[in-house]
């Protein structure tokens, strides 16, 4: 079965620091794609960063970079240089024949 | 280039009625998913259409349905409303049928009575 699992609902994280959201997924299939989402409050979903299953470097989008590792199936987000406007829930999402998502991390950034 | 967007963005409903969602995807794309949010069950997927035809249909009830219309905008259809299709419902377009040039929608936010 496929699955995302995200197993902090809740991060706490200073200004200017740097934070990682940890993602596992499971799946079966050799062909994938790994995803992080942002949803402000407002709800939309905002994509940050990709990885293809078949990469060997890890992704990075500015100050967000995925940390792939294929052997542990784990797909962690880290964001550098935490800004205040990064509060928000941060989806991981898998996609093979349909996108699946996990639970969610809600990240908080204090000043 | 406008985004995707979705309307209405809010709708107050109550069981038993039924239910459409319209969504425009960005200029170009030709595909176009659909989403369930609730802090129950979280984001689940429920369709998605590629050129007109739905390519993949995720496991929820046939009370749901949708289309896609020549110009690649989208609608999806809830019949017979139930408490539990109260949800914020989340559209995305993208240029192929790749998840990775996929981009969302506002949402529309479903209350059902």
């Known amino acids: 079965a496929q699955k995302i699992t995200q197993t902090q609902p809740g991060m706490f994280v200073q200004e200017k620091e740097a934070v990682t959201l940890d993602c596992t997924y499971d799946?079966?299939?050799?062909?994938?794609?790994l995803f992080w989402y942002k949803q402000p409050s407002s709800g939309e979903m905002i994509f940050l960063i990709y990885?293809?299953?078949?990469?060997?470097q890890n992704a990075t989008e500015g100050r967000y970079s995925l940390n792939f590792q294929k052997a542990r199936k784990s797909a962690n987000l880290v964001i550098s240089a935490s800004q205040l406007g990064d509060s928000a829930m941060y989806f991981c999402?898998?996609?093979?024949?349909?996108?699946?998502f996990g639970t969610g991390t809600r990240l908080q950034v204090f000043p | 280039k406008a985004g995707v967007t979705q309307t209405p963005r809010y709708l107050i409903k109550t069981r038993g009625q039924q239910v459409t969602l319209s969504c425009s995807p960005i200029s170009g794309h030709r595909s176009v998913s659909w989403y369930q949010q609730t802090p129950g069950q979280g984001l689940q997927f429920l369709f998605e259409y590629f050129s007109e035809t739905q390519r993949n249909k995720g496991n929820f009830p046939g009370r749901f349905s949708g289309r896609q219309f020549s110009n690649s905008r989208s609608e999806m259809n809830v019949s017979t409303l139930e408490l539990g299709d109260s949800a914020l419902y989340l559209c995305a377009s993208s240029p192929t049928s790749s998840y990775n040039e996929q981009f969302f929608g506002p949402g529309t936010r479903l209350t059902v009575l």
């Open positions: 999402a898998m996609a093979t024949d349909k996108l699946i």
């Open positions: 799946t079966s299939d050799q062909s994938y794609g």
């Open positions: 990885q293809g299953s078949y990469d060997e």
